[in-house]
């Protein structure tokens, strides 16, 4: 329940701070950096929070970071309805909100997991993407919707209200950490530790590697979205909502079909096959100018981005041992956080050339950069 309602705000945040931003400024650039203060946060803290969430208790910071977002989104809730908002208040919002994103991979996951059982990590991973990317249909369609009806005061005191919610759900959680905290080391020996376990297993190198890609040359294209509707499909906040949500769509229904089907016997198959469908789907829509196209496409791009973004926990998760979960978690949170550049990088060049052509060329990179992980690890791929 609670990764479903963060994803939902996530997704309306995104869409509803793009618009804004996009409304206010006319910049391309200005969106893509309001999303890098928002990924920002994985990259400077993800390891940090990982080591930490061995050392205290998860429920408590998820509970914490839970109710503490909705503090903030309160807050600018109500300088929108004063009328006194502004960019910069925007944009550390959206850096504050991505602290809490922070917490994702190294506390929820590794609760989940933990509940789960090894043998069924794959299963609720899937289950857990579905429900995320369940608010990927959800989330930016409702943003959409909020931003043309009641304008961005109502979309933040949503955002208020489901992160209670979220609070609440876990507080009424019955959960207990299976690893013991590791409170014999320092914080940055107890990341070092975890640094060294990585760099000694050749398929966790090569997992973090494709998700390093990812990251830098693939989702960073969804901060474009509302920029192509606008400038090449000529759509308003709504329909830009409903482009964005149907890739959550095609990532609701791959992780479904993941989750029913899925072994861990390809989970790496799963994996790459995901990542390589995403970014060449990616690659098609920089060339659509209708709507329905875009669609249909990015439909199928969510088909790619289950599959990646399902088995990327799942593998670490079972390539780890208790004692390193929260830690390897951190890192791959590090590795998620690289999406800052991405963004910056999509960003600088759909000001010096085009939303579509800078669409276009950030994924031919990736595409090129994952076939060549592929190949250096392809002995490390297992099935």
Known sequence: MTGGLIGTIRWL?????????????????????????????????????????ERINRKAMMIFALFGAGAVSATLAGLAVAGRIE?????????????????????????????AGRHGVGAAMSLDSA???????????????????????????LGAVLYGL?????????YVSSAAPARDESLFSSIAVGLRYIRGSRPMVGMLAVTVIMNLWAFPFAAMVPVIGRDVLDISALPIGVLLSAEGAGAFVGALIIAALVRPARF????????????ASIIVFSFSSLYAVSLAVLFIAGLGAAGF???????????????????????????????????????????????????????????????????????SRGN
Do not use: K
């Not at 790496?268 to 970014?279: A, M, R």
């Open 309 to 379: 973004s399902a088995m990327q926990t799942a593998i670490m998760f079972t390539l780890a041992p208790p004692e390193m979960r929260g830690r390897v978690m951190g890192v791959l949170s590090v590795c998620i956080g690289a999406s800052p550049l991405g963004m910056l990088h999509i960003g600088l060049m759909a000001s010096w050339l085009s939303a579509p052509t800078a669409v276009l060329l950030v994924a031919v990179e990736g595409l090129f950069a994952l076939a060549l992980v592929a190949f250096l690890w392809r002995d």
């Open 13 to 53: 945040e995104i869409l509803m701070i793009a618009v804004y931003t996009l409304e206010v400024t006319g910049s391309a650039l200005a969106v893509a950096l309001m999303m890098l203060a928002r990924a920002l946060p994985m990259f400077l803290f993800g390891a940090i929070t990982g080591a930490i969430a």
């Open 87 to 115: 960019i910069w208040h925007i944009g550390l919002g959206a850096f504050l909100a991505g602290m809490l994103w922070t917490l994702e991979f190294p506390v929820r996951r590794t609760m989940l997991g933990e509940i």
């Open 166 to 174: 979220g609070g609440a759900a876990i507080l009424s959680l019955d």
């Open 131 to 157: 429900t995320t990317n369940g608010t990927r249909m959800l989330g930016p369609a409702l943003g959409g919707l909020l931003f043309e009806t009641v304008g961005l005061p109502g979309a933040y005191w």
């Open 268 to 279: 790496n198959q799963i994996y790459l096959s995901g990542s390589f469908l995403l970014l």
